[in-house]
Nanobody, 124 residues
Framework: QVQLVESGGGSVQAGGSLRLSCVAS????????LGWFRQAPGKEREGVAS???????NYVDSLKGRFTISRDNTKSTLYLQMNELKPEDTATYYC??????????????????WGQGTQVTVSS
């Protein structure tokens, strides 16, 4: 069992930056596919980015260039650097871990463990 705890959310003006962190405990963290998802009020939870155990990152097309996912296996920590934030980025952001070996991506149903979420609010 893996426990995930996000932090780093907050309120920021449009154009600003935030860095989210997700600390993991338990499980074989370094072998997992890790991902960030977000859910805005009234909307489905959507994928943001994923990173596999080889640190290969994958992003949803609409966020490429503004968001950067990274991981530090020595600290069992996943990061999401978010730059040039827009009001439409307002959402609860979740980190997740998948134990699948031959897959890594942003398909929500393929993730086994989830954090509790951290709120990001971007004002115009």
């Amino acid at each position: 069992q893996v426990q995930l705890v996000e932090s780093g959310g907050g309120s920021v003006q449009a154009g600003g930056s935030l860095r989210l962190s997700c600390v993991a405990s338990g499980g074989l963290y370094s072998s997992y596919c890790l991902g960030w998802f977000r859910q805005a009020p009234g909307k489905e939870r959507e994928g943001v980015a994923s990173i596999d155990r080889h640190e290969t990152a994958n992003y949803v097309d609409s966020l490429k260039g503004r968001f950067t996912i990274s991981r530090d296996n020595t600290k069992s920590t996943l990061y999401l650097q978010m730059n040039e934030l827009k009001p439409e980025d307002t959402a609860t952001y979740y980190c997740a871990a998948s134990s699948r070996i031959f897959w890594c991506g942003t398909v929500r149903d393929r993730y086994d463990f989830w954090g509790q979420g951290t709120q990001v609010t971007v004002s115009s």
